[in-house]
């Protein structure tokens, strides 16, 4: 049986940015994931890209996951959102709270993903296959990876069918976290979210925004490379294709491709591991 992979996109902005994924897709799709997930921006602000991809990964004939974030919503709003996503096909959705634009303060009738959880479970049943966020270096605004943990077993709690995780470049971190839902009792699939190193700068950048932690050592190599792309790509190849080979050794239930509207990173990690 093949391995499950995932991919990652975002809605474009442009009509050339649309038409540089349409050529991604279809050279990812060669590799059959299981699905597509399609990102959305803070407090709802790409809804129309969003749905636009995830309409056109459907059409092309596979499994189309679209992000949904709930903070700053109204439950008015998230059904009737809701209830378009179902009439388009939309079987599965990653839940999040998500991100509010800057300078509005949180709002809104949902104040956690679990409570998004709930509502959808509550207004559509099993109609939507869930999966939510997990954070196995601890979510950054989190008071304490207790707390983290509990607001993640709250989502679990709500309906949840699976996880996919903040990326990371630390498989101890991953499978610590594996352990510790295991020690309480919970079996929810937990996949690991995998990012590509095609970069150093803007890679650092993003990783110190969003708490992923980047091993020193890694940290040292590419800021040693400068300015040499294609040895950040070479290390960023070997480094990544490594934790994967490691992830899958230690019982990964798939990969979540995070690919940035690129493909030729991810599908070189994939030659790698023979997928």
């Not at 949904?68 to 388009?88: E, I, N, P, W």
Request: charged residues 20%; neutral net charge.
């Amino acid at each position: 049986m093949s391995f499950p992979i995932s991919f990652e996109f975002f809605p474009p902005k442009t009509p050339e940015g649309a038409e540089k994924l349409r050529v991604v897709r279809q050279a990812l799709y060669a590799r059959k994931p299981q699905f597509c997930s399609v990102t959305y921006g803070a407090g709802g602000s790409t809804q129309e890209g969003t749905f636009g991809v995830v309409k056109a990964i459907l059409e092309e004939g596979f499994d189309a996951a679209s992000h949904f974030s709930c903070v700053g919503a109204t439950k008015q709003t998230v059904r009737a959102q809701l209830q378009q996503l179902k009439d388009m096909g939309v079987k599965r959705l990653v839940a999040l709270r998500g991100d509010l634009p800057s300078g509005y303060g949180l709002g809104g009738e949902f104040h956690y993903a679990s409570d998004l959880v709930t509502f959808i479970r509550d207004e559509f049943g099993s109609d939507f296959y869930i999966e939510v966020a997990a954070y196995p270096e601890m979510h950054p605004q989190a008071r304490s990876p207790e707390a983290d943990l509990q607001a993640f077993l709250a989502k679990v709690k709500a309906g949840a069918d699976s996880a996919i995780t903040q990326y990371f470049f630390n498989a101890d971190a991953f499978c610590k976290f594996q352990e510790d839902l295991q020690k309480r009792g919970v079996d929810l699939p937990v996949i690991p979210g995998i990012m590509p190193i095609t970069g150093s700068t803007q890679l650092l950048r993003f990783s110190d925004a969003c708490g992923a932690e980047i091993p020193r050592w890694i940290r040292l190599r590419l800021q040693g490379y400068g300015d040499d792309v294609a040895s950040i790509r070479a290390f960023g190849l070997d480094v990544v294709s490594q934790m994967c080979e490691d992830l899958r050794r230690r019982g990964a239930v798939g990969l979540h491709f995070y690919t940035m509207n690129q493909s030729a990173a991810t599908l070189a990690i994939c030659d790698r591991l023979g997928l």
